[in-house]
């Protein structure tokens, strides 16, 4: 009984920061100072490696709320985290620079609500690196460490993903869940990957024969198009041999032609000629009736 009594009195300003009252509306203010009180808890909950050569802890707070800079701000002033002083870069979203913020050498990153977008990028960059990612709202549990999130009841609870943790090389506190926290099932998410993995081979197992579909048909239609080539072709050759034969009896009629011509001025001329041989011959015998009247 006593050490239920000594936790819960280590735990109760912990457990009134996360759990809201539902049903009650709080404002900018409230909500950034529960924040600001989320990361302290977590940072003193949590393990760095060479822990005692950190001069201070530096953390990096992605936000565009004026609220969260502010009471960030104000607060670290006057807090400290394992007895070292704070150092904090708060960094509007528009500006946010994964490789500039990993340069800060940060041992916590702060993603409020609505950058999420930003989680997988600086998630990369920080890979095995001692740095704690806290998010807010975030709903793929593979690329978390520590998420607030918001219940239906009101409530702002946590999830951790113990997993993503260690291999930042960091340790955190078991007792750290008893503040309105619960670990995220890995097994739960290796099963969801795997049958997600199952189902990406089946769609690509249907892009692929839909793939050699495509290829097959594309294969037909380029055989076809050869044919037809073959065929326009030889209609080609047909044809240019068709125009060559009309050329040649072109040729041959013009020819023809010619030669009808000359004929026909040949007939006129022996035309000509037999027609002055009658006029003389007709001459001639009305030349010899006229003798012959004579007599």
């Known amino acids: 009984m006593f050490l239920k009594m000594k936790i819960f009195a280590k735990y109760r300003c912990f457990l009134f920061v996360f759990f809201l009252i539902p049903g009650i509306s709080f404002s900018q203010s409230d909500k950034a100072k529960a924040l600001t009180s989320y990361i302290d808890k977590f940072a003193s909950y949590t393990t760095w490696p060479n822990e005692d050569q950190i001069d201070s802890f530096r953390i990096v707070v992605i936000t565009d709320n004026k609220d969260v800079v502010k009471e960030f701000h104000d607060f670290f002033k006057k807090q ?17 620079r994964p490789s500039y913020v990993i340069r800060r050498n940060p041992q916590i990153i ?17 890979e095995g ?3 704690l990612l806290v998010s807010e ?9 520590i998420n607030l999130y918001k219940t239906s009841q009101g409530n702002v609870l946590f999830e951790v993903n113990k997993a993503n943790i260690l291999n930042q090389n960091l ?14 099932d890995v097994a739960n998410l290796y099963r969801k990957s795997q049958l997600s993995l199952r189902n990406m081979q089946k769609e690509m197992n249907k892009m ?10 594309i294969e037909i239609s380029i055989n076809q198009i050869k044919t037809k080539q073959k065929e326009i072709s030889a209609q080609k050759e047909l044809l240019a041999s068709t125009l060559d034969k009309l050329d040649e009896d072109k040729k ?10 000359a004929q026909k001025d040949s007939i006129l001329i022996k035309n000509n000629i037999l027609h002055n041989q009658l006029n003389e011959i007709k001459k001639q015998w009305e030349d010899i009736e006229n003798q012959e009247n004579v007599l």
């Open 137 to 145: 709202n975030y709903d793929e549990k593979r690329n978390i460490m």
């Open 252 to 261: 041959r009629i013009a020819t023809h032609d010619i030669i009808l011509k």
């Open 110 to 126: 702060f993603l409020t609500a609505g950058k999420s977008g930003f989680i997988p990028n600086v998630y990369n960059e920080i």
């Open 208 to 217: 692929t024969d839909s793939f050699n579909m495509l290829e097959k048909n």
């Open 80 to 96: 400290k985290i394992k007895k070292k002083p704070v150092s904090l870069l708060t960094q509007p979203s528009y500006v946010v």
């Open 129 to 131: 690196l001692p740095v």
């Open 171 to 184: 340790a955190i506190d078991p007792e750290m869940l008893l503040g309105g926290g619960t670990e995220v």
